[in-house]
């Protein structure tokens, strides 16, 4: 059975129409992958189906509940955008401490081996917004390492990233998969083959 469901959606932004009749299955274990060019309107899609805005016509549930304004729905997600989403006044440990606390997560006692793992060793208490844009979006990642979640929806994951960091998170995503989770992202740029990803083409309507 399908885990998240998208029917029939539709969305306009600045009076133009984004998309519309948009239908959408995602199941445990599956890996769709969203492709199309700048401004088709992949993050806006991706916004209406983590709850987080309204569709001009359509519907998206998560085990069949609606996913706006659910906060259950939130708990088995981990939605990470199109920005890091850092605090950048504060340090690695201090933001995914924050993050961990303000999404109900348990704060491990030792975040360094964590972080240690990202290749972010001796930045750990160093503000966010001092490092690099691929560390900061390490930062942001870990919080894949972090929060148990049966649903993952990444926007451009790969951002910044070097070769070594994508196929960190390539094998991560894959072990995720394996284990049932499921994953909904975009990427500008083609996945590893192994990952094995469903795609989703969006155009860009005039
Ligand atoms: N809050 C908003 N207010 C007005 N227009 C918006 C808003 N958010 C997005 N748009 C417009 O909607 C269109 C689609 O934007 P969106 O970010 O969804 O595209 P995208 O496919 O993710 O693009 P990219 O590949 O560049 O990330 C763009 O033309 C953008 O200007």
Same mark, same amino acid.
């Not at 994953?183 to 795609?199: E, I, K, P, R, Y």
């Given at each position: ?13 600045? %009076?133009?129409?984004? #998309? ?7 199941? @445990?274990?599956?890996?769709? /992958? ?8 992949? *993050? ?5 189906? *983590?709850?987080? &805005? ?11 509940? +609606?996913? #706006?304004?659910? +906060?259950? #729905?939130?708990? /088995?997600?981990?939605?990470?955008? /199109? ?13 995914? *401490? #924050? ?16 972080? =240690?793992?990202? $290749? ?19 930062? =942001?990642? @870990? ?6 979640? =049966?649903?993952?929806?990444? %926007? ?8 070594? @960091?994508? @196929?960190?998170?390539?094998? /991560?995503?894959? =072990?995720?998969?394996?284990?049932? $989770? &499921? ?10 083959? *192994? ?12």
């Amino acid at each position: 059975m399908s885990l998240l469901v998208a029917r029939q959606l539709a969305c306009v932004k600045n %009076d133009r129409q984004l #998309f519309a009749a948009l239908d959408l299955e995602l199941s @445990a274990g599956q890996l769709i /992958h969203l492709r199309g060019p700048n401004g088709a309107g992949k *993050t806006s899609l991706l916004r209406l189906l *983590t709850g987080l &805005s309204q569709p001009a016509s359509g519907q998206v549930v998560f085990r069949q509940q +609606p996913v #706006f304004n659910n +906060p259950e #729905f939130q708990q /088995h997600l981990i939605y990470i955008g /199109h920005q890091a989403g850092n605090n950048p006044r504060l340090s690695a440990i201090e933001n995914l *401490t #924050f993050w961990c606390r303000s999404h109900g997560v348990p704060v491990p006692d030792d975040l360094y081996p964590l972080l =240690a793992m990202l $290749g972010l060793v001796g930045l750990e208490d160093v503000p966010v917004g001092h490092l690099s844009a691929g560390q900061q979006r390490r930062v =942001a990642l @870990a919080r894949l390492w972090l929060k148990p979640a =049966a649903l993952w929806i990444l %926007d451009e994951p790969f951002t910044a990233l070097d070769v070594q @960091a994508i @196929a960190l998170l390539e094998s /991560h995503i894959a =072990a995720y998969l394996q284990q049932g $989770g &499921s994953v909904l992202m975009t990427s500008h740029q083609a996945l590893s083959n *192994t990952l094995n990803a469903d795609f989703i083409e969006l155009e860009y309507l005039w």
